[in-house]
């Protein structure tokens, strides 16, 4: 029965009598109150970013322009804290008699530590960026833009909030699912919340992008954000119709928009010092942990050469699984470290590349062109399988703690894992078939 009502209104019967009761609100309100409502600017607003045809390409340029600034406002902010980090590993030789000591302070605090705080400003200013859209009111009606495409594709309309917070950190965005009724939508969108693209992933895509993309490196980031929203919407509608606990439809989604506003400094300024502050706190942490035993498997046995040291060997080991992608031993042990945190993966090229003197991110960046570590296929190979593969311990936890179920979290590191190869492969592949190395 409900298929044939569903053939007659041309959609599902919820949404299309949910959008009936509203214009019949509409209808009723102006004969209930006195004087016309006059066309207000919200009105307008609302008619362009509301609209069903340049809804969609309002809100990818909006995402564009939020990306263009991140980069080119804090790039000199990122050049200061980058020469301030190569100054302290230079002073740390100088001043520590002991080399091994030194070697610790200089590469592996000093070194690793400013490798991955160097994509502080970058962080911040994206937080900056998305604070203001989120209190002028404009991102509730990207939330309602896109609910139309997520629905069909199997994604409830909640499940935007949640993904868009990923894009700061999956372990709220995770969170954030509470607010879905549905336990089979909520799962679903816990499952493909780890695709999209967290902060942490940024410093990467800058690190490698900027040394392999050239002026090109902007569009690479701007398309891995892409690329985790479509894999995620791709992954929510294949789970929906193969896994017998997802089939069926998802429930509608109600939103009541919020009054534009124009957001104050003050404000802005708070919401980005909350969300940036746990990148900071993380970096102190986890990241200073995970980079310490980077620097001591690459500096031991002690006096060895790179090629010779644990970290070296560790790689090898792993080199095999990772070559057909076009990753050497260091792509590998850096991708490994990553799932500690993946600021480690810069952490870890910085450690093994760190050399001091000028701009130590520069300097990184130079020796994977120089020593041809990564191509532009093969870098942007590299950024995907960053975006795609196993997400953070800590989102893991989170994850096993708002599904309680190992399956489900084993599930998403799995599928993560192979989908990530997939990926990667694919990138090589139509790469290197329109001529490209």
């Known amino acids: 029965m409900s298929v044939k009502v569903k053939e007659v209104l041309g959609e599902d019967p919820e949404v299309f009598f949910a959008e009936k009761r509203y214009e019949l609100i509409a209808e009723i309100v102006p004969r209930v109150l006195r004087g016309a409502k006059p066309l207000t600017l919200s009105d307008l607003l609302d008619r362009v970013f509301l609209n069903k045809y340049l809804g969609i390409p309002i809100f990818l340029a909006f995402w564009w322009a939020l990306f263009r600034f991140t980069f080119d406002v804090s790039a000199p902010f990122s050049d200061i804290i980058d020469m301030f980090f190569s100054s302290l590993g230079e002073i740390s030789y100088s001043v520590i008699g002991d080399e091994h ?29 998305l604070s203001i859209l989120e209190d002028s009111g404009y991102l509730a009606r990207a939330a309602f833009v896109v609910d139309k495409i997520m629905y069909k594709l199997g994604l409830h309309g909640r499940s935007f909030i949640p993904m868009l917070i990923g894009f700061g950190c999956n372990i709220p965005g995770v969170m954030a699912t509470r607010t879905i009724d549905s336990e089979k939508d909520r799962i679903l969108t816990i499952l493909v919340n780890p695709l999209m693209s967290c902060s942490a992933r940024l410093p990467v895509y800058i690190l490698i992008g900027g040394a392999v993309l050239g002026s090109y490196a902007a569009a690479g980031t701007y398309a891995m954000y892409i690329l985790g929203i479509v894999l995620a919407v791709l992954m929510a509608l294949l789970f929906r119709r193969t896994i017998p606990y997802f089939k069926g439809k998802s429930s509608p989604f109600i939103l009541e928009l919020p009054m534009y506003l124009m957001p104050t400094l003050k404000s802005t300024l708070i919401h980005m010092w909350e969300r940036g502050v746990l990148f900071l706190k993380k970096a102190g942490t986890i990241i200073l942990a995970g980079i310490i035993v980077v620097w001591f498997l690459s500096s031991h046995p002690w006096g060895a050469s790179l090629e010779e040291t644990y970290l070296a060997m560790l790689g090898h080991v792993l080199e095999p699984i990772f070559r057909p992608l076009g990753f050497d031993w260091r792509g590998a042990v850096a991708l490994a470290f990553g799932f500690i945190a993946k600021e480690i993966v810069v952490g870890s090229f910085a450690v093994i590349f760190g050399m001091g003197g000028e701009s130590e991110i520069e300097e990184i960046q130079k020796v994977i062109r120089s020593e041809g570590i990564f191509t532009p296929v093969t870098g942007l190979a590299f950024m995907a399988f960053t975006l795609i593969y196993i997400p953070c311990v800590a989102t893991v936890g989170i994850i096993y703690r708002e599904t309680n179920s190992w399956k489900w ?14 990926v990667s492969l694919l990138i090589i592949a139509v790469g290197h078939g329109l001529g490209y190395m």
């Not at 979290?409 to 997939?422: D, Q």
């Open 101 to 129: 000591i030194a070697s610790f302070v200089a590469d592996g605090i000093f070194g690793g530590l400013g490798g991955v705080l160097v994509f502080l400003p970058p962080i911040f200013f994206m937080f900056f960026g």
């Open 409 to 422: 979290t084993i599930f998403t590191v799995l599928y993560g894992l192979m989908l990530a190869y997939a």
